[in-house]
């Protein structure tokens, strides 16, 4: 996955443009900025590669989560349901706008149970957030027919999964908004960056003033622009920009290297009886930024990882275990730890979080591990690493 392992001259060409005008603002300086605009021309980049019709570059995966949910009136008294197995950005965008995540079960798709999104619904329920962890997604039709029939706005959370494809559509362009992160170990890096993507004209009004502390960007003269609403400054820089214009137009080579890679793997554990893949839903592709499969038990799964370590396979995560992406481990969610009052009704939500019985997402994220896909990686190391993990897991 990540894309700075193939860093080259390409970046260095694009951050020196930026450098050689000294402008690392992407509004404004028309006049000394020689027409440089390495945020405008990602976006651009964006579009035409996704089909879609907007892209808003933010300051960081997390402030495109948060963005997200703003476009969606997500606030005060509102809840967000979204997977119990995720990163923490999730549940802290829907903090930061004082509504409440609402926690809920996965499934074999490693991502959410549609069943479980139903039986959470309640009158407060304002947008439903799958995260397409590891690469692939849920069920997404079956969450949009949820959302449309409750009136709901679908985000995509496709952070980890940028290229992946759903019905012939990329991930990120099915639900209302998508999310993705530039940060410095995802697929497409800026160092710290992200971008929303929308079909929806208000939505990218919208999306394009909360990211600037409202203003509206009419005309030139930046003091004169007015502020329909309130904003915040998530703004991504030209030097972020840069680099991720770089490296987005390499992106389908780093998806075809992940995909060749990730079959290489696949293909050498497929014939172990105790490794059952990750389902992928009817419609779906993944992105191939990691391998996921199940063992048949929690022992089973710590114990490949223990030999995992000592052979020295690295990049594989069991996310039982695993401090930031599960609900095991949040405990400073759970105990609501925050540095500044929550609302009362934010604080009661996440109360239930410790008492929730997830025994589902338990018995798949415990029998989990997640093979990071390096696109670094020459043939033979690919090749090595596939048949030490068959020779480990093979002994179970
Ligand atoms: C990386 C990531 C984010 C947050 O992105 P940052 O750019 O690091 O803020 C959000 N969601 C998921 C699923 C991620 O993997």
Known sequence: MPGFEKFSDLERKEVNDVLETGILMRYGFDGMRNNVFKARDLEAEIQEKFNVQHAQLVSSGTAAVSVAMALAGVGAGDEVIMPTFTFVASFEAVLMLGATP???DIDDTLTLCPD???????????AIMPVHMCGSMANLNVLQEICESNNLTLIEDACQAIGGTYNGKYLGTIGDVGCFSFDFVKTVTCGEGGAIITNTKDLAIKADLYQDHGHDHIGNDRGAETHPYLGYNFRISELNA???LAQFKRLDEFLA???KH??????????LSNV?????????????AFLNFFLPTLDIARSVMSDFKAEGIDACFHYYDNNWHYVR???HLKEAKSLFPLSDAVTEGLSKISTQDFSKSDHFIGRNISCLIKIGWTEEEVKLRAQKMKAIIEKF
């Open 102 to 104: 609402v926690l809920v």
């Open 116 to 126: 479980a999104v139903k039986k959470a619904i309640t009158s407060k329920t304002k």
């Open 242 to 244: 840069a680099v991720g």
């Open 257 to 259: 290297l992940q995909k």
């Open 262 to 271: 990730y079959t290489v793997l696949r293909e050498e554990l497929k014939p």
């Open 276 to 288: 059952q893949f990750r389902t992928v839903p009817e419609g779906g592709e993944e992105s191939y």
């Open 329 to 331: 481990k949040w405990e």
